[in-house]
């Protein structure tokens, strides 16, 4: 059988997935056959784990804050929907449990409601693409267990009012969760409101694996206290630790190390200079087809969103580029470290060959 080899970055424009940083990808490789679902047995890794989360903590703004290192954003957003309706079943009995979020929450919130038998409530954006609290506030009840907020959002890149959807959460006892799934390691060198320091946040996802270049998978799940990650936690009697707050038993070393190692390389500075390229490179998109005459929603964070017809985006497709589309059919385009200026040139040529 041919040996396979694994599809190269050059012309991937969709991905929130980026090439991992060379100090990442050695740790990766060193720790492949570590588990640190069993920390008492593999220690190193657990130092790691916890080295790994720290640095999170201090990214999210809440150093003593308690986490893991996931599988990745979608298992962070169940875990964290699973905290929010534990902790209030004995609140919740009225009905059947609710969470409240905007209409551009990720699919991961989907899984989640299905998987832990949860109504899921989304209300529409306001017209910038961002959450609107007020029409939020009009789903929220005394069923109400968790209310969501988008720190970066997949489709374009929007960053809700968080402190006012930490407030809705407040007034109803509810759980307040941000989804900084990918913005989490572009967020700090903006002027954005989003993390622990900044709101009354309860839980928060935040993935190495995209923009903070750690080696798939590398997802990340904290908590702003113990007592809330507690909630997870089973008895795990034939294991040397006592108790896993995880949801999969056997978990990836190689995602925890990687993890750990791409942030000891880039925190802070490696990510701020990679922030003002990958914000740098998404503006200069924005305008070059903002002159070719189609309508650009500005970027906020490194990703462009565009209107474009799809006999040129099928073209596109069929020279090898990949993009993707919103849901309403916009080109969505994600400016990640692995897209330079020099790829965008080559995309607006062969665009321009296309019209």
């Known amino acids: 059988m041919q040996r ?3 599809q190269e970055f050059s012309r991937v424009l969709s991905s929130m997935c980026t090439e991992p940083h060379p100090a990442a990808r050695a740790a990766a490789e060193e720790f492949l056959a570590t588990n640190p679902g069993d920390p008492a047995t593999y220690e190193t890794v657990a130092d790691l784990e916890r080295e790994a989360v720290a640095t999170l903590d201090e990214i999210a703004g809440h150093p003593d804050a308690a986490g893991y290192i996931t599988s990745g954003g979608t298992e962070a957003n169940l875990q964290a929907m699973r905290i929010a309706r534990d902790r209030a079943t004995s609140g919740a009995a009225d009905g059947r449990a609710n969470v409240v979020a905007p209409a551009s929450v990720h699919f991961s919130f989907q899984k989640a409601a299905a998987v832990l038998g949860l109504e899921l409530r989304t209300a529409p954006l306001a017209d910038d693409y961002r959450a609107d609290p007020e029409v939020m506030g009009e789903l929220v009840d005394s069923d109400t267990v968790a209310v969501v907020g988008v720190a970066g959002s997949t489709e374009y890149g929007r ?10 959460a407040d007034e109803t006892d509810a759980l307040c969760h941000v989804d900084a799934a990918w913005g989490g390691f572009q967020l700090p060198f ?8 900044h709101a009354a946040v309860d839980t928060l996802t935040i993935d190495p694996h995209k923009l903070g270049r750690a080696a798939v998978p590398a997802g990340g799940l904290l908590a702003r206290s113990p007592d809330l990650l507690d ?17 999969t038993g056997t ?7 990687s993890a750990a190692a791409a942030m000891d390389e880039l925190w802070p500075d490696g990510y701020r200079e990679q922030a003002e390229r990958c914000q740098a490179n998404a503006d200069w998109l924005a305008a070059a087809l903002d002159e070719r005459g189609y ?13 474009l017809p799809e006999s040129e985006f099928d073209a596109l497709r069929e020279g090898g580029w990949r993009i993707a589309r919103t849901a309403t059919g916009d080109l969505r385009v994600v400016c990640m470290p692995h897209v330079t200026r020099g790829t965008l040139e080559r995309f607006v040529t062969d665009l321009d060959r296309v019209e």
Do not use: C, K, M, N
């Open 4 to 6: 396979a080899t694994p």
């Open 159 to 168: 960053v809700d009012p968080i402190p006012a959807i930490a407030d809705l």
């Open 190 to 197: 903006t002027d954005h409101d989003w993390h622990f320091d």
């Open 231 to 247: 909630v997870l936690a089973i008895d795990t009697p034939y294991l040397e630790s006592a108790s896993q707050a995880s949801l």
């Open 251 to 257: 978990r990836s070393g190689a995602g925890v190390a």
């Open 295 to 307: 309508e650009v929603v500005e970027p906020e964070l490194p990703l462009i969103a565009a209107t």
